[in-house]
């Protein structure tokens, strides 16, 4: 799967394109508060699953205690665990399986940073043109991948390590938040040719549209 090849100074200096937003990275977090609330196919569906594993995991514990399965030393040990894989283990992952959809799509040179600021972690590719279906596949990635990997250890595991699992994973899902208001911002300008690139020299992700 691989998006239009467009180089960014054909998107400035064509004259085809133009600017819809310029994002600066240090101020991700308030385009992701304004994006995740609004109501669209993909905040819709981040809720829900949230919503979901938090189900699962209170069932799961209830059941444990009233089964006596789970002590409230295995909860807080396997709970623990989660908490630690899902907030912090998992970052390396998570980036490097944007990392590899930005490969997919075309992309080389691949940087990673972070705004410890924002709590922010991320995998770019300077100057790198991608439209909706290669940024897409980009968002998406990891929350996919990282999902489908867990499902064998949820249905097949003991109560422990499905209680590690159920954390790690409602963490890291929160997590994405990110990338659902990336996707959001795509969703509701769905009207609209969108294309965008990071400048890492000035730290700004820019969003153009294709003139019609």
Not at 21 to 31: M, P, V, Y
Not at 45 to 61: E, M, P, V
Not at 114 to 137: H, P, S, W
Request: glycine content about 6%; charged content about 20%; hydrophobic content about 50%.
């Amino acid at each position: 799967m691989k998006s239009k090849k467009l180089s960014v100074a054909e998107v400035k200096e064509s004259g085809n394109y133009r600017p819809v937003k310029e994002l600066r990275f240090d101020e991700i977090i308030f385009f992701v508060l304004e994006h995740i609330r609004l109501r669209n196919a993909y905040t819709l569906f981040y809720y829900f699953i949230n919503t979901i594993l938090i189900g699962f995991l209170a069932a799961l514990s209830i059941n444990g205690f009233a089964e006596e399965t789970l002590t409230f030393n295995s909860f807080m040990v396997y709970f623990g665990w989660g908490t630690l894989a899902g907030s912090i283990i998992i970052i390396p992952f998570h980036e490097g399986l944007h990392a590899l959809a930005f490969l997919l799509i075309g992309a080389r040179k691949i940087k990673f940073g972070a705004d410890f600021k924002q709590m922010i972690f991320y995998a770019t590719a300077e100057n790198f043109v991608a439209g909706r279906k290669g940024f897409n596949l980009i968002a998406l990635f990891p929350f996919a991948i990282i999902n489908i990997a867990s499902i064998p250890f949820i249905i097949f595991g003991g109560i422990e390590l499905r209680l590690a699992i159920l954390t790690m994973l409602l963490l890291h899902n929160i997590m994405c938040i990110g990338d659902f208001a990336m996707l959001s911002f795509f969703r509701e300008n769905r009207d609209r040719e969108l294309y965008t690139f990071d400048d890492l020299e000035t730290k700004t992700a820019w969003f153009y549209e294709r003139k019609t």
